[in-house]
């Protein structure tokens, strides 16, 4: 089983702020790496596919990069409405694994 | 705008069976390429993939689960469905079911999830 590691597991960030969020692989993911949004109550968004494909109307200030075993999504200056938990997830072998969760509360 | 529904008791005995449907509505449940999976979230933690089913019938399992989970399709009704055989408190969660294009792909279609909890 791939494990993903994503750091911080949380950051506090004001408004306008650039955060960026890691997800490590424990091997080779290849570019099949997704980052999704999830609010309280509401499920999870998806984000960012293939590491840096933008999916259908998310705004441009998320992006994604890296492959193979590092992964960053990165959200430029920040809006309040930013305030979620993120996760990276893998679906190039079995089992899809997620990362445990990088939590973003905003000042 | 594809939607998907998640139905289903929301309270198990421990050791009972845990069903739960999915129902897709505003397209296809046979459309090419799509997978369609479940995933649950236990309360306050992250999200783990149970399994997931091409229309054809073709199915992929956690093998941390796979022994108790069965996943299926009825394209007549435009569902997919799971079951999960001889519950235990750690079963409880929010279950969602969801959408990807192909199989390597992220999940991009969630359903708005359905509590399960596990308790005489």
């Known amino acids: 089983e791939i494990v993903l590691t994503q750091s911080p597991d949380f950051q506090s960030v004001t408004p306008k702020e650039k955060i960026t969020i890691t997800c490590r692989a424990s091997q080779s993911v290849g570019s099949s790496l997704h980052w999704y949004q999830q609010k309280p109550g509401q499920s999870p968004k998806l984000l960012i596919k293939?590491?840096?494909q933008s999916f259908s109307g998310v705004p441009s200030r998320f992006s994604g990069s890296g492959s193979g075993t590092e992964f960053t999504l990165t959200i430029n200056s920040l809006e309040a409405e930013d305030a979620a938990t993120y996760y990276c997830?893998?679906?190039?072998?079995?089992?899809?694994?997620f990362g445990q969760g990088t939590k973003v509360e905003i000042k | 705008q594809l939607q998907l529904q998640e139905s289903g008791p929301g309270l198990v005995k421990p050791s009972e069976t845990l069903s739960l449907t999915c129902t897709v509505a505003?397209?296809?449940?046979?459309?090419?390429?799509?997978?369609w999976g479940w995933i649950r979230q236990p309360p306050g933690k992250g999200l783990e993939w149970i399994a997931s089913?091409?229309?054809?019938?073709?199915?992929y399992y956690n093998p941390s689960l796979k022994s108790r989970v069965t996943i299926s399709v009825d394209t007549s009704k435009n569902q997919f469905s799971l079951k999960l055989t001889s519950v235990a408190a750690a079963d409880t969660a929010m279950y969602y079911c969801?959408?990807?294009?192909?199989?390597?792909?992220?999940?991009?279609?969630w359903g708005q999830g359905i509590l399960v909890t596990v308790s005489s």
């Open positions: 089913i091409y229309h054809s019938g073709t199915t």
């Open positions: 293939y590491g840096s």
């Open positions: 997830h893998h679906s190039s072998s079995l089992p899809q694994t």
């Open positions: 969801a959408k990807k294009v192909e199989r390597p792909a992220g999940f991009d279609y």
């Open positions: 505003g397209g296809s449940i046979s459309s090419n390429n799509y997978y």
